[in-house]
């Protein structure tokens, strides 16, 4: 298992890696298919690990999270 300090680690750096359908070929040229691997593979990690990597942003940042309608 991995400790809370590499895990939160591992979210504030997914927090600066785009998201998926921000990858263009028109912005990442060639390296495109390897930066979405990349997303997927933390994506991945951090949902074997049972964090919600569409929540990281809010866990990591709150102030800056938008209040939620529901």
Do not use: W
Not at 44 to 58: N, Q, T, Y
Request: proline share 7%; aromatic share 8%.
């Amino acid at each position: 298992m991995v400790d809370e300090d590499t895990l939160r680690a591992l979210k504030t750096a997914f927090t600066f890696m785009p998201n998926p359908v921000e990858v263009t070929r028109y912005d990442y040229g060639d390296q495109a298919d390897k930066m979405l691997k990349q997303i997927n593979f933390v994506r991945e990690v951090l949902a074997s690990h049972g964090i919600d990597p569409d929540e990281v942003a809010g866990d990591i940042n709150p102030e800056s999270t938008p209040n939620s309608c529901y």
